[in-house]
Every structure is written in C-alpha cells, then in structure tokens.
C-alpha cells in the first residue's frame, strides 16, 4: 500500500507547518510537531504530559485520535494545490494497547488521493526511546476545500 | 432505537461523575461536565473557549470525538456492574457541519448492551442558548473491564 | 433524530423500485423488496432462504451489510433531484446478534442531507411473525452524482 | 505494518478452506476461494459474472464487503487454536474507484492478534489479466469463539 505521489504545489510542507501552528489545540495543549513531511505523508509527534493522561498513567485514546486525524489530513493536504486545504468527512479509529511512553507518534498516509475526496490512514504509536509500540489505527476520508 | 435500561449498580451516576474528575484531559483542559446520567444515557458538556477554536473560528473537530467518546462510553458504564469499567475498542465519527456555538454537547446512548461489549452511538451538537445545531454523529463499541 | 425531509422529485419511489429491481444482486439474489418509500427513509425486506445462511442457521453477516447499505443509499436518494443517484462512499457496521428469522428488515434514514454528501443510518433486524430483533447497525456517507 | 505471525494450528489452511465451503453464500453464490492462506494473512478471489454486476457494468459494491469480510475474517482465524472461529464485531468499508474486472481479489491480514479481539485490514482490487486495480478498503474487528 505505499505509493509515490507528487505534490502539486512546492510549498506543501511549510503550508502543514503553518496550519499546525494555527490551531490552538494542536499546538498549545497537545505541543504537536510535524517531524516528517513528504507528498502523501505526514508524520506527527505529541510529547507524553500529565493533562493528557488516564488515572492509570497511560496516554488519553482521545489523543491517539487527535494526532492521527491530523496526520491523516495533513498527508491528503500536501497532495492538494496551493489555495486548498481539507475538512475531515468521517474518521475511524481502532485502539490496539494502552498508549505507554514518552511521545505519541502517528504515521499519515495517503491511500487514494482523489479530486475532492481522499483515503487515508494513520498508524499510532507510543514511543519511549527509540522503541514503539502499536497504540491505535485511523482509516479517514477527507475532503478538499478551496481555503477562505 | 431509544430504550429502556436498568442500572445493575446505584451508585452509577457518582462513578460517572468521579470518574470524568479523575481525567485531567477531559476536566482539566475540556471543563467536561456530565449535565444528564440515566441507565444507559449520559450527556456531556463543554464550554466553547479559545483553545479549543480552529483558526475560522469554528470548534476543532478532535472536541465532537472526545465528548461523544465520553458520553457513549459513560452510557455503557452506567449499566455495569460495581468495580468495572470500560474501554474504547474502536468508534467511527461523521462530521456534519461546522461547530459553532458556545457549548458542546454530546448525547451518548447504548444501542446493545452485551456481557462483554455494548455499542453506543453519540450525537453531538453545537449549542447557542437553547439552540442546537447538529456537529456530529459517533458509533463505538466498548469493551467491560474489571477496574484494577 | 427523527426528521421530517421533502423530496425535490415526485416520482422518488418509483426510482427506488426501478433502481432496486435494475440490480440482479438485490433483485435476483436476495429477492429484496422496497417495503416502505418516504422522502429520507426507505424500508428494504429479504426473505431468509438456503443460500444465505451459514452452517449454524443464522443469516450471513454480509447480508445485513447488503440490505442496510441499500435502504441507507436509497434513503439519501428520496431527496435527490430527477436525473441523480448515488454511490456509497463509505460505510460502517456493528453486528449485534446472530440475524435467526424469516425475513432480515432494513430501516435506513437520512441523518443529515447535503448537497454533495449525505449521512445516513439504518438499523437491521431479523424479523420472525411480527417480532423483530436487532441484528445490526450501520452509518454511512453517500455522494450524490449525476446518472448518465 | 507487514508482520510475521505464527499459527497455533497446523490445520489452519484446511480450516479455511472447509469453512468456505460451508458457507453457500460464499461458496455457491460467488464461487469464492482462498488463493493464499498464510499465518496472519489470507487472500481470497471471487469471477464476475453477470449476478453480481450493476446496471452500469461494475461490480456491485457489497461484493467487495463480503470478500474482504471474509478474507480478514479468516486472517485472524489461522491464528486461532484448533476448535475456535471468528465473528465479525464491526468493520468499516471505504469505496475507492468502480470495481471492474474479471476477478475480485481481497487481501486479509492480521494488524493485531489479541487473545479475544483482532484488529484485520483488506485491501480489494479488480483484477483483469495480470493487472489490479484498487477497488476498497476494509478495517474490522473480529472476535474469537468457541466452536459448537
């Protein structure tokens, strides 16, 4: 299922950035950071903080969702030309193990990209030193939207 | 689809609300509340604030998730037993329009209550004094588990 | 989250009953019949027969997807104008009990109607007499598009 | 997320195909079979044939559900102890492009191997010649049960 794509617009990894920057709830509360960014790939990291966990010490499943729904979006985005952004339609999330490490990892990728609707997928990790843990995984369809 | 349950434990409306104070996430940086607890349905509110608007102004869509998981999850609770508690195998969310509003509200339901998983649906909403429009639609399965 | 929707082409049933017999899957193979045609709801009724069971005598699960997905799809179409039809973009199904009865009853209905995309539910039971047990339940999103 | 697995049961590929065989809709309706039965991994092939067409000439969409149902299905259960089979809890379907060709082909495999619930993923195709193109994509959750 891994694919080569190429992006229709140069700027596609400065434009996740920006975006990523732009919301407050990635950002500020979660600490979000795109560590990999490819045409039809986005990978995204949220350091482990106690707000964001369980009574039980491991990570909230909200969060898994949160990362991966990013990623997810972030990866049909820098397939799309300059102007445009998406909207998640609907999203699907499977949750493997407890969320138990120092960073929540999530893996975006782009299964079809389409004209308005695309497919993607997004594996999450849990992550404790250079060891990762399958946490949860995210099926999506996302919609491309001309930005206002 | 709305039925009748009845709780196998009496003090399910407090372990609810216990439960929704000992989650940093959702009473730290959500200000959740749980506004209606019965067997087999709860409702959850949060108050719209800046940390949680997307840059259009509209509530990120990560917020519809975390309040219908919630309150489906806490619907299944509602009718097991004392010392269990339950977990999110999956859950599937549709977007339905932008969240606009000063409270987000979640109704969550159980569908079928099973020994061992119950399914649960969500309907969220986006609420302007006693107007609301619809955000969000969840369906979740969940899974009982002794409370450790 | 019952509601009340007007279609935009009067002859909306006869399309779903043309369409329905139009597909030799439904028509032929499960003998599917439209059982109850309003703007945003459609009733989809299987007779239970040999070749649709499994080994232990219940009705296979794909079944229930087959029926439900098309009340759900023929749901959204009610509200379509003359000339459109729609295509499933995605669905999901819990299964909630083994489907054991003389006929599997689909009830699908619009949850939210757009222009493009629409979210619909539908719920399905095994039917024996006039007793009906849940069998399964499914969302989903359909996308409106031009019939050529 | 390609993963090496082993089975518990020496007659996990016998058990496949006996339980395909069992089942008319699979095996009589679509003349399905296992192409390729691995620990963690099985795929399934069904012929297009006039029954199981659209008016428009495509592969109707439920026939995708029920290969790759059935193709995860039996993913999760070579990895299952002798005496034991799988049900479906729930899955999830996207549709990708119309499913023409002169083969279905569905591809199952295992993401996680848990005691009492597996998390399964397929990829579907319409194969013509040697060539496949992608159909849909399917994510579910299976359950363990004993055999009566």
Redesign the interface.
């Known amino acids: ?1 891994s694919k080569s794509f190429t992006s229709k617009f140069n700027g596609y990894a400065e434009r996740v950035r920006r975006s990523l920057r ?5 950002d ?2 979660l600490r979000a950071e795109a560590t990999r960014i490819e045409p039809g790939f986005v990978e995204i990291s949220v350091p482990v903080h ?7 010490g491991n990570v ?4 898994a ?2 990362v991966a ?1 990013s990623a997810a979006g972030y990866a049909a985005q820098t397939l799309l030309p300059e102007g445009y952004d998406v ?11 407890p969320g138990i490490g120092e960073r929540i990892i999530a893996v975006g990728q782009v ?2 990209a389409g004209r ?2 695309s ?1 993607c ?1 997004a ?1 999450i990790y849990a992550e404790s030193g250079s060891e990762r843990t ?1 946490f949860a ?1 995210l ?1 999506t ?1 996302m ?1 491309a939207v001309e930005d ?1």
């Open positions: 299922m732009d919301q407050p709830f990635m500020k509360m106690q707000d964001i966990l369980q009574p039980h909230h499943g909200i969060i969702s949160a729904d909207v998640t339609v609907e999203y699907k999330i499977n949750y493997m193990a299964i079809r308005t609707l497919i997928s594996d399958a995984h099926v369809t919609m206002k």
